[in-house]
């Protein structure tokens, strides 16, 4: 596609619900990004893909996120036994090289109550 | 890891210039982005840094100097639709290239 897209763009789940968000990158891109962004605040790093290699998940918060990307193109973040301090838009980035920068999809807003 | 630091807030009137400030500290610098964000929506891209100097790209412009791990942002005839968020984003060059955000800088732009 022309650019990342995201799935839901709006999820409200209730405290103790699993959830999935999706995330199609810009076809063909190799790097993908997971962020968290809070109100007010940047967007912070969950997780990272080269292709369908996981490289790095420093920044999940816990053993409740889990990130997948099976094929190397669609990922999925998956958040078990939702609270609500995992309320938050969750970002989605794909690069093909440093240079042109990060793209960012539009985000799923994530409210549990 | 890096310490980012940029201006909560900043204010400016329509068609004149502003400078928005980004220090960091990190250990094996490789890059520097601007991203500019409104309101409920995606960041998107504006400029990359990684050696010293100046890059200019129609109104905007970013500098970097690594010596002194400090870039700005640079907006001149700044227009309304200019109110947004500006996120400074440093990579370390640890083998991922996962570039950290700094909290943002709140641009209000008025008539």
């Known amino acids: 596609g022309a650019g990342v897209s995201q799935s839901p763009r709006y999820k409200v789940a209730k405290r103790g619900q699993d959830v999935a968000l999706r995330c199609d990158p810009i076809?063909?891109?190799?790097?993908l990004f997971w962020y968290q962004q809070a109100l007010g605040q940047g967007p912070e790093f969950l997780t990272y893909f080269q292709n369908e290699a996981q490289l790095d998940k420093s920044g999940l918060p816990s053993d409740r996120f889990f990130a997948e990307r099976p094929e190397g193109s669609v990922s999925t973040l998956k958040i078990q036994r939702t609270q609500q301090e995992d309320s938050a838009v969750y970002l989605c980035?794909?690069?093909?090289?440093?240079?042109?920068?990060?793209?960012f999809g539009s985000g799923t807003r994530l409210t549990v109550v | 890891g890096q310490n980012i630091d940029q201006p909560t807030e900043m204010t400016a009137t329509e068609g004149a210039i502003v400078q928005i400030n980004c220090t960091y500290q990190?250990?094996?610098?490789?890059?520097l982005f601007w991203y500019q964000q409104h309101a409920g929506e995606a960041p998107t891209f504006l400029s990359y840094?990684?050696?010293?100097g100046l890059e200019e790209k129609g109104r905007f412009s970013s500098f970097l100097s690594r010596s002194k791990g400090y870039s700005y942002l640079l907006l001149k005839e700044l227009q309304m639709k200019d109110s947004a968020s500006y996120l400074c984003?440093?990579?370390?060059?640890?083998?991922?290239?996962?570039?950290?955000f700094g909290r943002g800088t709140s641009l209000i732009v008025h008539p």
């Open positions: 980035a794909s690069s093909l090289t440093s240079r042109d920068g990060y793209t």
């Open positions: 990190t250990s094996g610098f490789n890059g």
């Open positions: 076809s063909g891109h190799v790097s």
């Open positions: 840094n990684v050696l010293d």
């Open positions: 984003a440093v990579r370390e060059g640890r083998g991922s290239y996962i570039p950290t």
